[in-house]
């Protein structure tokens, strides 16, 4: 072996005769190798020694469960949580009620440490806060919990390219660099080639920042296919920092041509997120009661189980902006909720009254349509009220919006009409607005934030548990 | 309706009482829905006009072929291609030989036209150019080629994804932005907030950039879930431009834990691209075969089913580095190939020598595995020879390299030692670093070119033309 530092011990042999990879713990679950010699590699979790027998509990990360190995005391002595190692013996039926099988052997060299831990090692076998494990950004993702959130985060992705390809849609990849700003001034970072010193003489030969938002590009793409559908990373400078909020998070965006009213959309994200849903409740022992599980305090299980059931069973609100500010005022005229901030037409939907409205007042999600045309981009389609446009918010309890949408001005006429009203400049978008005259449909789409679905779906309060590496102002640790 | 300037008329009742979306033409073909009325959006690819009958082909992207629509002349006789159109007829059994279906109506009032184009509306039925086609990005991927491309693109990273997915593997998403320069100084994008005139007051509290690898992170999270993947834009402030570079790519990277030897790591890497190769080689309605339908050049038709023959059924080579220097060298005093660079052991191989070696003596894929630790990066594990790293490249015909990947280096004091040789600072890596004493375990990985893959599978010569919207060096139109 190249690598043999004192008391490491490799033993690979077999595997550099196929070159193929070892089994890990999750294969070793579905389809345990009863009645062979098995070698097991991973991470210890605990670790109990009697007088004749110990118990190892490691995981490689693969699974939500640990697998129990019981070897010969001697053989656990050393042995400590975090410490990486691997076991050879054999899988049997396990007796233990909180496993079905374990690995088994009374060879005195059976346990190989692999890697060892420093005494500092912050990782213990007991509950660790998220806030404490905020503070060990490289060694969180080791817990439990939070690697139950990776796997339950690769399983949504997952199940959302499952429903996209079923739609017909194809999966895209639209610029992240871009010279135009697709929601109007502020909140971007701008980009330059490190070694350009010389600021007149541009990388991109102008000005360049990362986006938003894709939906302009993906408007091009939709001209071409129909249904099309991307999860980037967009990215805002935004100096609030709030539980929901990041400086690089992961956007869900899908436009779609051929349709003419709003309610299409939203009646494509609801049956959309249902599809996620329906994946977590139906499967019991896959990445949905694995994060269950990994919740030890019961209020947040019971918190999950009856959400996926209502996003499942019950009904979905639909009102209007107009209607949502109605509800709002009565409801806090009557002193039934009071407000820091008054609701009033014109006014945009503040947080504190998009979570009441969703969390107590409706207790479901809430599709909202049709806001004042002033608080909106300038491509969103006028209604006729003439003071509305056709868009919409879904909001949902406790997080609140996670996605925005609205039918796309295809109307070359009206688009440059509400780009005067605004004052705007063209120069960076005349492609985009050269679509409306080149074969231009209605169409529309939406823009979902994929780490307050994630939240909402998982009942987790703070966005920066579920991204690995999560960014925010003065927030850039490793 | 909303929005209804002159000449544009939409018919969407049927929609708008169920909210769901009309059937896309893909869905038509698979399943078509005879003996009845049925509605067709599309844009129009060409039209026929006859004495009694006229005939429409359209497409709306969501398929490779174009729907026949069989109409009375006079409704045919206003369309262009690019035009955007609704017709309704009756779906029948075509009698033409390149098609199995068409929709046909002698209605008087079939057509809708939805949008019209300009007269200087530059897609014509005729072929055009990937050079001509590049200098119009936002209308280029209406062409029956391109938008092969992009479907074919999806269809890839869908098949990656269920390879992973069978694997084992957490798909998972590592940051962007960084504050560590994972490949070594030079080439990179520097990012700050474009509110931030203040450049003493940063918005992440130091310097920061755009990813031109995620690995660093990607170990993280294998040293908590051992199999981890990850497609995302990478960024490269490059000023070559050539056809095979790109500023802003998306890169395939994988890191596994509990291996110990590179040819694990080349095993797996041919699994993968097989697992891609089978599924286009085998569904002959699908992506593989209309992106093969889409080349008018036989040439092009023949070499892509070639490759894919070859890349399930041929031999794919491995040599070390050095024998790849002994060949390059020994060719080239038998005089029979001339490089530009002459063949030297320490130094790295040319792009001219790759693609001599792939495309031309072997013929076939090459992994070269130990190249010289000089020309690698600190983090990669050296070799009992002292000389090289246990590493490898795979170089393809016409493309050269498409992977890059090595065993990383777990020792803490190899890795320590290594890190001081080069006199790197160590302040920003501290995170990477102690992952070696917090359970250290044996693992590799790789990243592969997102781009190269599709220009090598698909046989296109210019990278420009597999990503939608390319960035290169005073690059960024639209």
Redo the contacts between chains.
Sequence with gaps: ???K?PG?V?Q?KR??SS????K?I??IFKDPPFKSQTTV????KGVRVQKRIAFIDIS???SFQNLMCVVPPDQAKELRT???V?VTGEIKESNGKSQSIELKTTDPDSVKV?????DS?PLQKKFHSPQFLRTI???R??TQF??SI??F??HV??KL?EFF?Q??F???????????DCEGA???????????ADIENK????D???TVSTQL?LE??C?????VWTL??C?R?EESDTHRHL??F?MLEAE??????V??L???CERMIKHVVNSLHQDLEGQGSNLINSRRDQEFVHKMIERWDQLLNGKWKTITYTEAIDILSAESSKGNISFQFKPAWGEPLQSEHEKWLTGEYFKSPVFVLNYPKESKPFYM????DGKTV?CFDLLVPDVGEIIGGSMR???I??LLDEIKQRNMKTDDIE??L?????????HGGFGMGFERLLCYLGCVENIRDV???P?S??????
Tied chains: 1, 2.
């Design positions: 072996m190249l690598i530092p490491f490799f690979f595997l550099q070159y193929a990879l070892s890990c999750n294969e590699n991973g991470w210890v490689d990360g693969t975090g410490v990486s691997q692999l890697g060892p831990v420093l090692y950004p490289h060694l993702w080791k939070l690697s990776l796997r985060r690769s992705e997952m390219m390809t739609e017909q194809t999966r895209t990849h639209p610029p992240l660099i871009t010279s135009s502020g909140e971007l970072f701008k980009i330059e080639s490190a070694s350009r990388f991109f030969g102008k360049s920042y990362l590009h091009v793409l001209m071409a296919l129909s249904r980037t990373p990215f400078a400086s690089e992961w779609i041509a051929f349709i003419s009213d309610r299409q939203t009646t494509f389609t006028r209604n006729p056709a001005e295809h109307n006429d009206l492609w985009y050269s679509l409306r005259s080149s074969g231009s449909v209605s991204i690995p590496f960014r102002s003065r927030d850039c640790v490793c």
